[in-house]
């Protein structure tokens, strides 16, 4: 069974081998606090995987179930005793059992065909726009539906007019950092792009934004698509080796973190020369740039507003950024803390459309958690993450913004220069 594996960095069996199925990760999964199932858990699936690799008589249909149900938060693989890779495993259950039944395919088919296609991807989305206008707004925001997620009644924010991407100056060459702007960035948060972009040339860097970056291809290896989700990382690898950044900054943990972990596993060495290139907007600025105790004492007398942060799972666990976002917003605002500590907003990329209920379990426990600390807005790194908490804070009946670390650092360095 052992030859049917894909390429991975590492041998699976040894990885599978390393978990003592202490069960830690029963204590960490939000999956798991919400429906007590030991088969969704992580050392759950890693000893059905074992099993199975063993000859044991599983379905494989169960195993792409297991696949699908894990929200990929990556809180055990970060806390693990015996540091199981828990990323890679999971990647290769997907890769193994994933891509099955007509709509998988199906939506694999039209992800190939969309995503290496920019023109056509901003006229589809030009198109759900128009037809998100059509669509009442909920509770006077601008959090609409689109007709794919009425079934779930999933709202999301109005898509925006213009991406970022269309707006963005041409290249001067080679160097500086690479801004990644991500598909939420560019077509739903472009203000979090802007942002980044002016924030990152205050703080004294040379950015790019490169009209010709595709998505990072996540989508297509969250539903077990490694032939699409490869050809989408060799797209970008081949902008990154001919412009050579000297930094790659993306508003979106989860790309950051796929451009710097899972292009490993798509496309192997060629990905090593910018693994350690990759980082958070607030990580580059607190390990190279001085902008931090410049504006500090510019702000020292400005009015600031209590936010409370969300840390992304991606930001937390897969890049391990925890205290740089903290370290700039104590300059800007008045930083409050949950009770509970960092938790999982339950969006999890496609987890949330095959599980919305538990997503949105998931979505308004953390909510809650950060309702309690009273703040006037909430902060967070991520795309993901602001659409999955301003849905569920609506859906509680407040309207309390969430915004993009860069949104709110940003608005204070232009409050200045007023």
């Given at each position: 069974m052992t030859e049917s594996l894909p390429e991975i960095s590492f041998p699976l069996v040894e990885a599978l081998d390393r978990c003592a199925r202490c069960g830690q990760c029963r204590s960490l999964c939000p999956v798991f606090e919400r429906n007590l199932n030991e088969s969704d858990v992580a050392r759950?699936?890693?000893?059905?995987?074992?099993?199975?690799?063993?000859?044991?008589s599983i379905s494989e249909d169960k195993l792409g179930e297991l696949f699908y149900s894990c929200i990929?938060?990556?809180r055990c693989e970060a806390n693990c005793p015996s540091h199981v890779e828990y990323g890679p495993i999971i990647s290769s259950m997907g890769f193994l059992f994933g891509l099955k039944g007509s709509w998988v395919r199906l939506v694999s088919w039209m992800l190939r065909w969309i995503l290496p296609r920019r023109r056509l991807y901003d006229?589809?989305?030009c198109l759900a726009r128009w037809s998100q206008i059509m669509l009442p707004s909920q509770r006077g925001?601008?959090?609409?539906?689109?007709?794919i997620s009425l079934f779930h009644r999933k709202a999301m924010p109005a898509l925006a007019k213009v991406p970022a991407l269309r707006r963005a100056p041409e290249s001067e060459g080679r160097g500086g950092v690479l801004l990644f702007t991500g598909c939420l960035g560019n077509y739903v948060y472009p203000q979090t792009v802007r942002s980044t972009e002016s924030i990152l040339r205050s703080a004294g860097f040379r950015v790019e934004i490169p009209r010709q970056q595709l998505c990072c291809g996540m989508p297509l290896k969250a539903i077990g698509d490694k032939t699409g989700a490869r050809r989408l990382a060799e797209r970008n690898a081949d902008l990154f080796e001919s412009m050579r950044p000297d930094w790659i900054v993306s508003p979106?943990?989860?790309?950051a973190g796929h451009l710097k972990r899972g292009y490993v596993e798509l496309i192997g060495d060629r990905a090593m020369p910018w693994m350690d290139h990759v980082k958070d907007m607030s990580e580059l600025l607190v390990q190279e740039s001085d902008l931090l105790d410049r504006e500090a004492k510019a702000l020292s007398g400005t009015l600031k507003p209590r936010v409370v942060y969300h840390d992304p799972c991606h930001l937390l666990w897969v890049l391990r950024v925890r205290e740089e976002p903290r370290r700039l917003l104590q300059e800007v605002s008045v930083l409050l803390e949950t009770e509970q500590g960092p938790r999982c907003c339950g969006m999890g990329g496609i987890f949330s459309a095959l599980h919305p209920l538990l997503a949105s379990q998931i979505g308004s426990q953390r909510a809650n958690d950060l309702l309690s600390a009273n703040p006037e807005e909430v902060v967070t790194g991520c795309p993901g993450c602001m659409l999955q908490l301003q849905e569920r804070i609506l859906a509680s009946g407040h309207s309390i913004p969430v915004l993009h670390t860069s949104e709110v650092i940003a608005r204070h360095l232009d409050r200045q220069k007023r």
């Open positions: 759950g699936r890693i000893s059905l995987l074992q099993a199975f690799l063993e000859g044991q990929k938060c990556y006229g589809i989305l925001m601008s959090m609409r539906h689109l007709p979106c943990p989860t790309c």
